[in-house]
């Protein structure tokens, strides 16, 4: 009888104990997310990681290597220019580093697969528009420019300025920079004469208009290579570089994004980074 009634606490004293441990596995079970399910209370869930896509993957995209690092924009402008008297020519910005700058002219060609590369590559740009190339389509440049890409003046019909009188030559320079004014919202305050042909008139008629800087260049993009002013055919720190809004039609059957991309090649090749003209100039 002692026997059988030990034997049976010792039963029932096992299926309590037993009874315990399995109401904790069902507890833990129950307090363990499913996999895929949200985290409860007790965990939050882990923030989601953005990964910035890879920078030479990018490049490879188009064809390229990716250029040197563009220097920060100098505190000191090197390139001052005045608000007073005619208004400075220069072909260059005086500075030590290895950077360059890329110049667009015209607006003709308005390749959407262009707003694509630039937004991709970051590659700063100075735009020189002409208002007859641009006024059927004046919104394409406005992402290009939404990119931190200034929109500067190259008049309204491309004419051979000197060979204009002063009124006319003022008429070409004041009628451009009123008009992306109104279109991109910033007044020009540089201006690139059509064909580089310009005279102390042109000076004259850009300081009326309110235009600070004449822009001239040191190389100037054609399909594959530059025509280069160095008869060494090399680019040299501060170099301003001139290329055009081009298609097919003027490139021989390439696209603007393939001159662009020779053009890159050629500044890649020689080490150089590019830079935004504007962050190197005052004007005072």
């Known amino acids: 009888m002692g026997d059988f ?19 904790g596995c069902q507890r833990s079970a129950a307090e363990k997310p ?40 100098p505190v000191d402008k090197p390139l001052k220019l005045s608000r007073k008297g005619p208004a400075k020519v220069f072909e260059s910005v005086p500075t030590k580093g290895r950077v360059v700058f890329v110049t667009l002219d015209d607006g003709q060609e308005k390749d ?26 004046y919104g394409y440049f406005k992402p290009l420019q939404e990119l931190g890409n200034r929109i500067q003046d190259h008049t309204i019909t491309h004419p051979v300025l000197p060979t204009l ?37 042109t000076q004259e008629a850009a300081r009326e208009c ?9 190389a100037s993009m054609q399909i594959h ?10 680019l040299h720190p501060g ?3 001139l290329a055009h809004f081009r298609g097919p039609k003027q ?8 001159m662009f991309a020779h053009l890159l090649k050629q500044i890649e090749k020689r080490g150089f980074a590019v830079g935004r003209l504007e962050d190197y100039i005052s004007v005072r």
């Open 112 to 137: 959407p697969k262009f707003v694509t590369m630039l937004r991709e590559l970051k590659v700063p740009v100075t735009m020189f528009l002409t208002k007859d190339d641009i006024q059927d389509d």
């Open 34 to 73: 499913k996999a895929g399910a949200p985290a409860g209370p007790a965990g939050p869930a882990a923030p989601e990681v953005r990964h910035e896509p890879d920078t030479a993957a990018v490049w490879r995209k188009w064809g390229l290597k990716p250029l040197a690092p563009a220097p920060a924009a």
């Open 251 to 258: 490139l021989k059957g390439e696209t603007m994004t393939q």
């Open 225 to 234: 290579d530059f025509q280069y002013d160095d008869p060494k055919k090399e």
């Open 5 to 23: 009634w030990g034997r049976s606490v010792r039963v029932v004293a096992g299926a309590a104990v037993l009874a315990v441990a399995l109401a």
């Open 165 to 201: 009188g002063p009124e006319g030559q003022k008429h070409e320079i004041c009628g451009d920079r009123d008009a992306l004014t109104e279109q991109y919202g910033t007044a020009p305050t540089l201006l690139r004469p059509p064909f580089g042909r310009w005279n102390s008139a």
């Open 239 to 241: 170099d301003i570089l």
């Open 210 to 218: 309110g235009i600070s800087g004449i822009v001239m260049w040191r």
